[in-house]
């Protein structure tokens, strides 16, 4: 790459910065909580969330080519770390297997492995972000209530032995804090008065987004409620809790370093490898859920992906950090509150960084029934009542699979939730025979002075053909034109018909003109 395009690139990561900030001190708001609640579930050094969410934000954010997903440590790793620390004897041995694991996991980049993404139907990704948000929902009402038990980023549905989701939600009304009830309440109202009112009067609340006020005004509440001017209090699991370093000295202590005498034990590869798999499926499927959050619809490179994760599990395991993921939670948030780069991932890891060596006693003050009330607003958005309409309109074969997804992450976990929706997907789609699902031509038009690409679909195209199709439209060059013919297409996967219309919108990026025949756009846009 020239130095021109470097610098050129550099740059066009600030172009939207007046997005990249505001959204960036949201994500930041929102990852504190669920980096130092994932690391006591995983029983690791609090700090330890902190250091991945830093290398999450700074070193996968530049690395990766995802713009709108956001990294970090991942819930659903934090059962397999708990036991792996147990096993090992040493959270300095399962450091080393973490170095070993973004190994593993760059090593799956390099061979190529981020295709598996491409095998997800859209009914089982729309459902995972629908179940995501009814469980971000779910989980964070007892937070907004009061009750703390269960830790901040949790996703399970057996919280404890003989309690659940629902069980510590029926229990939230029977331990209500009014001063948590009280604090949640005003920042609904922010937040909703935010989104509703005050966002299209003035251009400057677009750019102070409510969360970051709603932070505020919670601080201020719990103030209050210290000194007495209310008669509410908070309990010290009631805020965040961040690690307080009174010198420099002190801060360094926070960090620990790998023991890599015993790396080549296979105990030590075994857990490397599992981290690997999980942390890597996780990051493909979340990665396919933010490309279809995107306003733009751009496709993240997976394999690049799965090296940047790589990277970063490196330098975590390198510098004591947990296993990182891309994470749902962060990069719904992230796409809910106006970012268009990856600027704002990066930025996020720059104010965890900041936030820890220069005001940490100043964000535990922050409650955590005020980022309760952010995350319901943004489960809210991931789970809204229309898109199930929408999705039972599409038929059962795209409706079913869907809800077996919702329910299934509801009462297990992400990724049994998201296998038992893709068995019930494959089981829709197996009656249509895999065959060619397409040729390409091309040729030179001399009225426009321009190569011409003329795709041509196959009678019948299932989502497994998604990826060549894919594959074909995104190697097409810039400045080109596309004509793609259904002509001949008796069947079409909805996932191919949704990605065909989506490549329309954001081939004009690239100064690709697109021309289709026979095709029939989604249906829930008929009409329209």
Request: proline letters at 4%; hydrophobic letters at 50%; one cysteine or more.
């Amino acid at each position: 790459m020239s130095t021109v395009s470097t610098r050129r690139g550099y740059l066009d990561l600030f172009k939207y910065a007046n997005r990249d900030l505001p959204a960036s001190i949201v994500v930041f708001f929102v990852a504190l909580p669920l980096c130092l609640g994932i690391a006591l579930a995983s029983g690791a050094p609090l700090f330890a969330g902190v250091i991945s969410g830093i290398v999450g934000g700074i070193v996968v954010g530049l690395a990766s080519g995802s713009q709108l997903g956001v990294s970090g440590p991942a819930a659903g790793l934090a059962v397999i770390v708990l036991a792996a620390i147990s096993q090992l004897g040493s959270y300095e041995i399962f450091l080393a297997a973490v170095v070993l694991a973004g190994i593993f996991q760059y090593l799956l980049g390099q061979l190529k492995a981020g295709f598996i993404a491409y095998f997800v139907p859209g009914s089982v990704i729309k459902g995972m972000l629908t179940g995501i948000g009814l469980l971000i929902i779910l989980k964070q009402i007892p937070h907004a209530l009061g009750n703390d038990a269960d830790f901040e980023g949790s996703e399970a549905f057996e919280v404890f032995e003989g309690h659940n989701t629902f069980h510590d939600l029926l229990q939230s009304w029977d331990l209500l804090t009014p001063g948590a009830v009280l604090i949640a309440a005003v920042s609904f109202g922010i937040l909703i008065l935010w989104d509703t009112v005050l966002s299209k009067k003035h251009k400057f609340f677009q750019l102070l987004q409510g969360p970051i006020v709603v932070v505020l005004v919670g601080i201020l509440l719990n103030l209050a409620f210290m000194r007495g001017w209310l008669n509410f209090s908070l309990r010290a699991d009631q805020v965040v809790h961040l690690p307080v370093a009174s010198s420099l000295a002190e801060f360094t202590s926070f960090f620990t370093y790998p023991d890599f005498s015993q790396i080549a034990q296979p105990l030590v590869i075994k857990t490397a490898l599992v981290i690997a798999i999980i942390a890597s499926l996780e990051t493909l499927l979340c990665v396919e859920a933010a490309d279809k959050l995107d306003p733009l619809k751009r496709v993240t490179p997976t394999n690049r992906e799965l090296k940047a994760q790589g990277l970063g599990n490196m330098v975590s395991g390198l510098i004591g950090g947990l296993p990182v993921t891309q994470v749902i939670v962060r990069s719904s948030a992230n796409v809910a509150f106006g970012a268009q780069t990856k600027l704002s991932a990066v930025l996020h890891g720059v104010w965890l960084l900041l936030s820890v060596v220069t005001i940490a006693s100043f964000l535990n003050m922050i409650p955590l029934a005020s980022l309760a009330a952010i995350l319901i607003m943004v489960g809210y958005k991931l789970a809204k009542p229309g898109l199930f309409r929408q999705m039972y309109a599409l038929g059962w074969e795209q409706f079913i699979p869907f809800m077996v997804t919702i329910i299934a992450i509801v009462l297990t976990d992400l990724l049994t939730g998201i296998g038992l929706g893709l068995v019930v997907a494959v089981f829709f789609t197996l009656h249509h025979s895999y065959r060619n699902s397409h040729y390409i031509k091309q040729t030179h038009s001399q009225q426009e002075g321009r190569e011409v690409y003329e795709l041509v679909l196959a009678e019948e195209v299932s989502f497994f053909n998604k990826a060549s199709i894919l594959e074909v439209l995104e190697s097409i060059p810039a400045n080109s034109k596309v004509v793609i013919d259904c002509t001949n297409s008796k069947s079409i996967a909805h996932d191919v018909v949704e990605f065909i219309h989506d490549y329309q919108q954001h081939a004009r990026l690239k100064n690709i003109d697109v021309e289709t025949i026979a095709f029939k756009p989604p249906r829930y846009l008929l009409g329209h």
